[in-house]
């Protein structure tokens, strides 16, 4: 991804291997600072995508993939260090795939940084053929709306449902994007604008709230990652999401779901059947370590919402785009 830092342009990955150690931008951080951390543990690498210094489905299976290179790298058992991974982020299917696939490749006698490096670079690839196809979704002066991160930070570089964003600028197209603040954590806020202002596409963040409110008069196309898809194509994404979906079907919008095929879990037949994780509370009640609601009132906080297949209009995937209907292609080309 193109990063402005202290004024000059750089190209940079959300993750990525270097001398023996993960490193990885710090999420939590941006827009305000950008840091990229360092880590030589998988332990320290598991505690970075519990507490999200690393998010995004792509993401984290990439960094999961570092992590069980460190500790091939160093002797520990990798099944234990696997455990560790897998009970970080129980929505994220990539998480668990990029699991399998580190220790099937180790246990094949692959190198392990080869391995990872070959994972992360796939990711890559998928990428921007999902931005290929997505970018004949977005015409010239569209209007288009996302929600919470699906861009390089999420994807290791490039983006799922912002990948379709960057080919149809680099194409020329003229459009514009609502941008979804994403509350509890502000990724739409925070990340997913940092991302468009890098890129220079135009853009405007808008409140949760005032989704509804710009569909019903100014939106020709909704794009949303995905953090785990369904066997029947439900799937789960943010929080807020399914509002979204809803409503976009009521309205007569474009509802289109953007994730390579590593998202797709074909071991489970519906949503219904997709771990949805709480996190803290906290995340509602305070900002910045701030508390903002009354003390003693109590929150809720579930980090994703399963949307049912019969709002999505189609899967923007490296293999095209298609519909719920016709995911058993995807479970062949796997």
């Not at 979704?137 to 288009?144: A, D, M």
């Not at 789960?236 to 998202?263: D, H, Q, R, W």
């Amino acid at each position: 991804m193109r990063v402005i830092v202290e004024g000059k342009p750089t190209e940079v990955r959300a993750v990525w291997f270097e001398n023996n150690r993960v490193k990885m931008i710090d999420q939590r951080i941006l827009p305000l600072e950008f840091r990229v951390l360092s880590f030589c543990k998988c332990s320290e690498v598991a505690e970075a995508i519990r507490n999200m210094t690393i998010r995004g489905a792509p993401s984290i299976g990439a960094a999961a993939a570092y992590g069980l290179t460190l500790a091939a790298l160093s002797g520990e058992n990798l099944e234990t260090a696997a455990n560790l991974l897998r009970r970080t982020r129980p929505t994220a299917n990539d998480l668990f795939y990029a699991i399998d696939y580190m220790l099937h490749a180790i246990a094949s006698g692959k190198d392990p940084i080869a391995a990872a490096n070959a994972y992360a670079d796939a990711i890559v690839e998928k990428c921007k053929r999902i931005g290929k196809y997505g970018s004949l979704l977005i015409r010239n002066n569209s209007k288009v709306m996302t929600h919470c991160n699906a861009g390089a930070l999420a994807s290791v570089d490039v983006g799922t449902a912002l990948a379709p964003l960057r080919v149809a600028h680099d194409e020329g197209k003229n459009f514009f994007v609502y941008v979804s603040e994403t509350r509890p954590r502000l990724q739409g806020m925070r990340l997913t604008s940092w991302e468009l202002l890098n890129e220079g596409i135009p853009h405007a963040i808008i409140a949760d709230a005032a989704s509804g409110h710009y569909m019903k008069k100014d939106v020709d196309v909704i794009i949303v990652g995905a953090d785990r898809i369904a066997s029947n194509g439900d799937f789960a994404n943010k929080i807020g999401t399914f509002e979204k979906a809803v409503l976009a079907k009521e309205l007569g919008i474009p509802f289109y779901v953007a994730a390579p095929v590593s998202t797709f879990d074909f071991s489970i037949e519906s949503g219904e059947e997709i771990p949805i994780e709480s996190r803290s509370e906290d995340e509602v009640t305070e900002i910045e370590g701030r508390r903002i609601a009354p003390i003693g009132a109590s929150a809720l906080n579930p980090a994703f919402d399963v949307t049912p297949n019969k709002y999505v209009t189609g899967f923007i995937t490296e293999i095209g785009i298609l519909k719920p209907s016709e995911i058993s292609k995807l479970k062949m080309k796997r």
